[in-house]
């Protein structure tokens, strides 16, 4: 599967944005897919992830309740919903598929899109 990611940009702290993930190939619904995100210096980090039916999700505590993830199979796209935006948020943003058990550790993940920046100013 291929992956490209949107949405990224440049929003002011307590701002919003919608990242979206397109993906080829027909067998998007039987993927995993996460989020994940790398600032300048740091080790990626997951951002969120959901399972392949959409029935399972997970946030580590930093996005918790600011972030939301979501997929539609039938148009092969994954989307991450980002709300009251921190400038600890700026990274470059990640979406990727995998075929794993697990959700949540970048070994999970077998396919990874090119990444969109998101900056947040204070």
């Known amino acids: 599967v291929q992956l490209q990611a949107s949405g990224g940009g440049l929003v002011q702290a307590g701002g919003s944005l919608r990242l979206s993930c397109a993906a080829s190939g027909r067998t998007f619904s039987s993927y995993d897919m996460g989020w994940f995100r790398q600032a300048p210096g740091k080790e990626r980090e997951i951002v969120s992830a959901?399972?392949?039916?959409?029935?399972?999700?997970y946030y580590p505590d930093s996005v918790k309740g600011r972030f939301t993830i979501s997929r539609d199979n039938a148009k092969n796209m994954l989307y991450l919903q980002m709300n009251r935006l921190k400038p600890e948020d700026t990274a470059v943003y990640y979406c990727?598929?995998?075929?794993?058990?697990?959700?949540?550790?970048?070994?999970?993940?077998?396919?990874w899109g090119q990444g969109t920046q998101v900056t947040v100013s204070s």
């Open positions: 959901i399972n392949w039916s959409g029935g399972r999700t």
């Open positions: 990727a598929a995998g075929s794993s058990a697990g959700l949540i550790s970048s070994y999970d993940y077998n396919y």
